[in-house]
């Protein structure tokens, strides 16, 4: 089966919680640039997301779970607008169903590719985590600590989209730091994808969203990590 190519007339705005420094190893290690205010389990906070993310039509946003211990703060984020958020994050054979029954519009995965079969590859996201080495990247699993020899190319994503219907791309190399995005490979992903494809990593202001449009032929969109 081969993908369709799905024009898309401009970039498009992806909210998105992410962190490159968690170690459940290493937890000192963790570095934060920036901690929200609003405390997840309160049902006001929740409310105003819900207005924040719907009434900006930001279909699409991540809910990301970083780690055990943040079921039930998913769980409501979910609810504050059922069908308007993604989830990912410890999302498997097993759960999958049940995080789509809470409210999530789709399933974010990394190696869990059977699932299409499962929930259907409407509802599944797969997120290429990457890494740059020498002139191609790399995919990075666990964290972004241990770097794959599955290299990110146009036949590799070109695989991957007969099981999904998006791709979330992280540049990991660059994600967090709100420094400026990896130019290239939000370039070579404009040439390379036939599905809704976001692209998170180093978007430093509203600026990088036009960016990443002229880059990508307005076939990527951007994820702000806060």
Same mark, same amino acid.
């Given at each position: &089966?081969?993908?369709?190519?799905?024009? &898309?007339?401009?970039?498009?705005?992806?909210?998105?919680?992410?962190?490159?420094?968690?170690?459940?190893?290493?937890?000192?290690?963790?570095?934060?640039?920036?901690?929200?205010?609003?405390?997840?389990?309160?049902?006001?906070?929740?409310?105003?997301?819900?207005?924040?993310?719907?009434?900006?039509?930001?279909?699409?946003?991540?809910?990301?779970?970083?780690?055990?211990?943040?079921?039930?703060?998913?769980?409501?984020?979910?609810?504050?607008?059922?069908?308007?958020?993604?989830? $990912?994050?410890?999302?498997?054979?097993?759960?999958?169903?049940?995080?789509?029954?809470?409210?999530?519009?789709?399933?974010?995965?990394?190696?869990? #590719?059977?699932?299409?079969?499962?929930?259907?590859?409407?509802?599944?996201?797969? =997120?290429?985590?990457?890494?740059?080495?020498?002139?191609?990247?790399?995919?990075? &699993?666990?964290?972004?600590?241990?770097?794959?020899? &599955?290299?990110?190319?146009?036949?590799?994503?070109?695989? #991957?989209?007969?099981?999904?219907?998006?791709?979330?791309?992280?540049?990991? =190399?660059?994600?967090?730091?709100?420094? $400026?995005?990896?130019?290239?490979?939000?370039?070579?992903?404009?040439?390379?994808?036939?599905?809704?494809?976001?692209?998170?990593?180093?978007?430093?202001?509203?600026?990088?969203?036009?960016?990443?449009?002229? #880059?990508?032929?307005?076939?990527?969109? #951007?994820?702000?990590?806060?």
């Amino acid at each position: &089966m081969s993908a369709i190519a799905v024009p &898309m007339s401009r970039s498009r705005f992806r909210p998105q919680i992410v962190g490159g420094t968690l170690s459940e190893t290493a937890p000192q290690t963790l570095k934060t640039n920036f901690v929200s205010r609003l405390v997840c389990s309160h049902p006001l906070d929740f409310k105003q997301n819900k207005l924040l993310f719907q009434d900006n039509n930001l279909e699409g946003s991540h809910v990301i779970k970083l780690g055990p211990g943040n079921d039930a703060a998913a769980r409501d984020a979910l609810s504050s607008w059922p069908g308007g958020l993604q989830i $990912g994050g410890g999302i498997n054979d097993k759960n999958a169903r049940e995080w789509l029954g809470a409210g999530a519009s789709k399933v974010i995965v990394t190696t869990y #590719l059977a699932l299409s079969s499962a929930v259907g590859k409407d509802k599944l996201v797969v =997120d290429v985590s990457c890494r740059k080495r020498g002139e191609g990247w790399f995919v990075a &699993m666990n964290k972004w600590q241990d770097i794959t020899d &599955m290299e990110v190319t146009r036949e590799s994503l070109a695989l #991957l989209s007969n099981y999904c219907s998006e791709f979330l791309i992280h540049a990991a =190399d660059v994600e967090g730091l709100c420094q $400026g995005i990896d130019e290239a490979l939000v370039t070579k992903l404009g040439e390379w994808v036939t599905i809704p494809c976001t692209y998170a990593g180093g978007a430093k202001s509203i600026d990088d969203l036009d960016f990443v449009h002229q #880059l990508s032929g307005g076939k990527v969109d #951007l994820t702000y990590g806060r």
